[in-house]
């Protein structure tokens, strides 16, 4: 043998005696010494039946060990306390122990362990000071107790019966500050009586946890408030709620702990039962993004319970049954800023019993969504404590179904892309509110909201505005492409359509005085058509002119059929009109004006000036009213009941009627009208006025002809007391121009034989020495061919109608015609014998007076003055006559 060899295998031998005598005197000096070194150089009190240490492997074996810290009030160090039957170390650090003070081994055996751990006080972050760690690569814990408290002597974390294996553990005080105590890649466990204290509201309580091949369950979760929610709110008036959560059985796979992020896999939670208390107080925004991430994959809630309160402690909202499946859960930095603080892949979810109190009341009785459609089963909508003046419905419906194309959240902002939605069999009523809604003032969360197909079938819906209700019945409708995004540079939602198909059946709309219905109305982009339009006065005429402050119209409007054919736009911000054809058939309008009721002192604009003050820009390029029928009546307070105009055979033609906001449009109005005058003779009309003419001009000629001239008695007989007897009017001609301060132009009447006889106010006996004076003013014939006379200086009143002034110009024209260029010479002259007749009556009831003051005249005096008063009275009652 080499001499190298055997110096080698010598220095072996010498190294090996040695180190088996120092394992040897180092097991003799941890036997006797160990104790009393710990307490002298350590924080710590340890006793212990046995111990075998390996100084080569750094394996420690103990039994019977006892711990207890010297100072408890230190809050420096962590504290023990307790016993631990069976301590086995495998690849134990001594010299990081000895010389770095820091506990590191590869495996950790507790048999056992009864332990209270007291963790140290944090170290400030502006310290920059940090703690010297417990590493473990192993650990195993068999029939554990052990319980964690925070350097305050509160009770942090605790359980019994533990068996745990974990992997790669770490407990440091810096995981303690991120809300997790301890950090492991792979661990088994199993204990009961869980409690966990995560901070001064909440504590956590676990009846037991078991884990078998990598699966965890867990039974009778709870996390409860510390505080009742009157406590909370005064203790923590800035925080915007309180949970309580309790789930019966949860269980899950690969829960991965690793510094401030939790890992899961297969989290099935069963039966759990969720309330939330809101504060009301605003949420403010954190100054701090948090660290703490969770990862779940294969999430899992079966038949969740669900309770939201407002903060009265009534319910806001409550789901009796929910289920969710979610294929991967996140929530990390990124995402807890966002509106759904969760990122989330594919998911379903359905509810069952749900409902939402607030203004309105919502209930749903189930509801199921995921990625790419959901499904909505009886919903409920009824008042609950509405605002005054806000909008409230009492509604239901069977379904409501949609497709989605997207749905997600960018920037905080909503947007949806619905490829279709399907509303069907709604029932009830939708109140207006009478005030506007208030403008948000915060950012709007709505980016962009598209329905590509909306359909509504079956329907039955009142909209009631002010006490008016429509009501749509047997309604359905397809709208395509409705488009909400917020108004540029302004708060509030635009509104856009592509198209619609609109049809109802037996539409009904009440106002104050009247009835509107229809049979039938289809209304699409392009096309319209009603039928059996109705528009009724639900009033009679003497409840209507006790009901209206000042002088208005009363209408009685009926039509067979309205079509219209063109563009219009009603929906969307840039609303418009463009039709081409609209036709009327078959209407019967009756309009009625009392004299009785105050005169209204508003102005009145003329057609032109209505037109141009519509908001929208419109265009009727030809308008026709067919085959109807026209009665106007009008009575005074002197009347005899109303006096009567009745225009039969109606047909109007109206051309380019607009509003004068279509540039390029031409916006003069020319309105043509044939119909029948008292069903006696025919009545052309031809007027035109230009709607961008701000000066509103206009010009109305027209023609009758052959009207027997006791054809106008019914109009003229109630109110003026006269009649015509006899005549006719053969033609009639007149032409018009003027502008709101008046008008002017020519008349022409072609009359023979024309008679009238005046009546007393009770219409029926005729007033012979009026009709005689009156019959000689009036030309009772023309002759062949008379000339035009010229309406002039007729002044509008600006309180009164279009019609009012028209008439007018009629007046003077028939005045100037009938009676000749002395009208006003007659006039005074009538006027004139009129003041005799007074004066005469006043002579009379004088000399009335005198003979009763003289009673006591002698006999035959007062038979003497009697006859002659006698033969006066007589003379005055023909000179009345």
């Known amino acids: 043998?080499?001499?190298?060899?055997?110096?080698?295998?010598?220095?072996?031998?010498?190294?090996?005696?040695?180190?088996?005598?120092?394992?040897?005197?180092?097991?003799?000096?941890?036997?006797?010494?160990?104790?009393?070194?710990?307490?002298?150089?350590?924080a710590y009190k340890v006793s212990y039946k046995s111990l075998d240490v390996d100084l080569g492997t750094g394996n420690i074996f103990a039994t019977g060990i006892s711990v207890n810290t010297k100072n408890p009030e230190n809050t420096d160090v962590v504290g023990l306390q307790g016993t631990v039957d069976t301590l086995k170390i495998s690849r134990f650090g001594i010299y990081d122990a000895v010389f770095n003070k820091r506990i590191s081994s590869s495996d950790l055996l507790l048999a056992k362990p009864n332990l209270n751990i007291i963790l140290a006080k944090p170290v400030g972050r502006q310290t920059g000071k940090k703690r010297n760690p417990v590493l473990f690569e192993n650990i195993r814990i068999n029939e554990g107790k052990i319980a964690v408290f925070r350097h305050t002597k509160q009770k942090f974390l605790s359980v019994q019966?533990?068996?745990?294996?974990?992997?790669?553990?770490?407990?440091?005080?810096?995981?303690?500050?991120?809300?997790?105590?301890?950090?492991?890649?792979?661990?088994?466990?199993?204990?009961?009586?869980?409690?966990?204290?995560?901070?001064?509201?909440?504590?956590?309580?676990?009846?037991?946890?078991?884990?078998?091949?990598?699966?965890?369950?867990?039974?009778?979760?709870?996390?409860?408030?510390?505080?009742?929610?009157?406590?909370?709110?005064k203790f923590y008036p800035q925080k915007t709620q309180l949970f309580e959560f309790a789930v019966p059985k949860m269980n899950f796979t690969d829960v991965i702990l690793n510094k401030n992020k939790v890992s899961l896999t297969n989290a099935d939670f069963r039966n759990p039962v969720l309330k939330v208390y809101n504060t009301g107080v605003k949420a403010k925004k954190a100054g701090k993004k948090s660290n703490f991430e969770v990862d779940v994959k294969n999430f899992k809630l079966n038949n969740a319970v669900v309770q939201i309160n407002k903060p009265d402690g009534n319910k806001l909202l409550s789901v009796g049954a929910m289920s969710l499946n979610i294929s991967q859960l996140l929530f990390n930095k990124e995402t807890s800023e966002q509106v759904i603080p969760v990122g989330y892949k594919d998911f379903t979810i359905a509810g069952r019993n749900i409902e939402y109190s607030n203004a309105q009341n919502i209930t749903v009785r189930s509801f199921a969504m995921k990625p790419a459609n959901g499904e909505i089963r009886d919903v409920v909508l009824t008042p609950a404590h509405p605002a005054a003046g806000k909008a409230a419905a009492v509604l239901k419906t069977d379904h409501i179904a949609f497709n989605i194309n997207k749905l997600e959240f960018i920037n905080k902002r909503l947007n949806v892309d619905l490829k279709d939605l399907l509303v069907?069999?709604?029932?009830?009523?939708?109140?207006a509110g009478e005030k506007p809604a208030s403008k948000s003032v915060g950012p709007n969360i709505i980016n962009s909201i598209i329905i590509r197909k909306t359909s509504l079938k079956n329907s039955n819906i009142t909209y009631d505005k002010g006490k008016q209700p429509l009501t749509f019945h047997d309604l359905n409708a397809t709208?395509?492409?409705?488009?909400?995004?917020?108004?540029?540079?302004?708060?509030?939602?635009?509104?856009?359509?592509?198209?619609?198909?609109?049809?109802?059946?037996?539409?009904?709309?009440?106002?104050?005085?009247?009835?509107?219905?229809?049979?039938?109305?289809?209304?699409?982009?392009?096309?319209?058509?009603?039928?059996?339009?109705?528009m009724k006065p639900i009033v009679s005429r003497a409840q209507f002119i006790k009901?209206?402050?000042?002088?208005?119209?009363?209408?009685?409007?009926?039509?067979?059929?309205?079509?219209?054919?063109?563009?219009?736009?009603?929906?969307?911000?840039?609303?418009?009109?463009?039709?081409?054809?609209?036709?009327?058939?078959?209407?019967?309008?009756?309009?009625?004006?009392?004299?009785?009721?105050?005169?209204?002192?508003?102005?009145?604009?003329?057609?032109?000036?209505?037109?141009?003050?519509?908001?929208?820009?419109?265009?009727?390029?030809?308008?026709?009213?067919?085959n109807s029928a026209l009665v106007y009546e009008e009575d005074t307070p002197e009347s005899m009941g109303p006096g009567k105009l009745t225009f039969s055979n109606f047909n109007m033609n109206?051309?380019?009627?607009?509003?004068?906001?279509?540039?390029?449009?031409?916006?003069?109005?020319?309105?043509?009208?044939?119909c029948s005058f008292m069903n006696l003779?025919?009545?052309?009309?031809?007027?035109?006025?230009?709607?961008?003419?701000?000066n509103d001009r206009f010009v109305i000629s027209g023609k009758t002809s052959n009207l027997p001239a006791s054809g106008i008695n019914p109009f003229i007989r109630p109110y003026l007391h006269v009649t015509a007897t006899s005549g006719t009017i053969q033609e009639m001609f007149f032409s018009f121009k003027g502008n709101p301060a008046g008008l002017h132009g020519t008349f022409n009447l072609k009359h023979k034989d024309l008679k009238i006889a005046v009546l007393n106010k009770n219409n029926h006996q005729k007033k012979g020495f009026l009709t005689a004076v009156a019959n000689i003013f009036i030309k009772s014939d023309s002759g062949s061919y008379p000339e035009s006379v010229n309406v002039e200086n007729v002044e509008r009143d600006p309180t009164k109608s279009f019609f009012n002034l028209f008439w007018k110009g009629i007046e003077q024209g028939l005045k100037k015609t009938l009676i000749g260029a002395n009208v006003e010479k007659t006039e005074k002259k009538v006027k004139n014998?009129?003041?005799?007749?007074?004066?005469?009556?006043?002579?009379v009831k004088e000399i009335k007076q005198e003979i009763k003051n003289k009673t006591s005249q002698p006999a035959e005096e007062k038979k003497e003055k009697k006859g002659f008063l006698n033969n006066i009275f007589r003379k005055k009652e023909k000179s009345e006559e």
């Open 479 to 534: 709208v395509n492409n409705i488009e909400l995004s917020p108004k540029p540079n302004q708060p509030g939602l635009s509104f856009k359509v592509k198209d619609y198909y609109i049809t109802t059946r037996n539409l009904v709309y009440n106002t104050q005085f009247y009835n509107m219905s229809l049979g039938l109305l289809k209304l699409n982009k392009n096309k319209m058509q009603m039928s059996n339009f109705a």
């Open 681 to 694: 003779s025919p009545l052309s009309v031809n007027w035109n006025f230009d709607v961008a003419d701000q």
């Open 424 to 431: 069907e069999n709604v029932n009830g009523t939708f109140k």
């Open 1 to 42: 043998m080499k001499k190298w060899v055997k110096r080698l295998l010598i220095t072996f031998g010498i190294m090996a005696g040695v180190l088996l005598a120092a394992n040897f005197a180092l097991n003799i000096w941890l036997k006797t010494q160990l104790p009393d070194y710990v307490k002298k150089n350590t």
């Open 833 to 843: 014998a009129v003041s005799s007749v007074k004066e005469m009556k006043q002579s």
């Open 547 to 626: 009901m209206i402050p000042v002088e208005r119209d009363l209408y009685d409007l009926k039509a067979g059929k309205i079509t219209a054919e063109g563009v219009w736009d009603l929906f969307s911000r840039d609303k418009m009109l463009n039709a081409s054809q609209v036709d009327i058939e078959s209407a019967d309008a009756n309009i009625f004006r009392s004299k009785i009721p105050k005169d209204d002192p508003k102005i009145k604009a003329l057609y032109s000036k209505m037109l141009r003050s519509i908001k929208i820009p419109m265009t009727i390029h030809n308008l026709n009213l067919k």
């Open 654 to 674: 109206v051309k380019n009627l607009n509003s004068a906001k279509i540039k390029g449009k031409p916006t003069k109005v020319d309105i043509k009208i044939n």
């Open 161 to 233: 019966q533990l068996d745990l294996f974990v992997e790669n553990l770490q407990m440091t005080e810096e995981s303690v500050e991120d809300k997790l105590p301890v950090v492991f890649d792979r661990y088994s466990i199993k204990g009961e009586k869980f409690f966990l204290r995560p901070d001064e509201t909440y504590a956590v309580t676990i009846s037991s946890i078991n884990t078998s091949n990598g699966q965890m369950g867990v039974d009778n979760f709870k996390l409860t408030p510390l505080l009742s929610f009157t406590q909370f709110k």
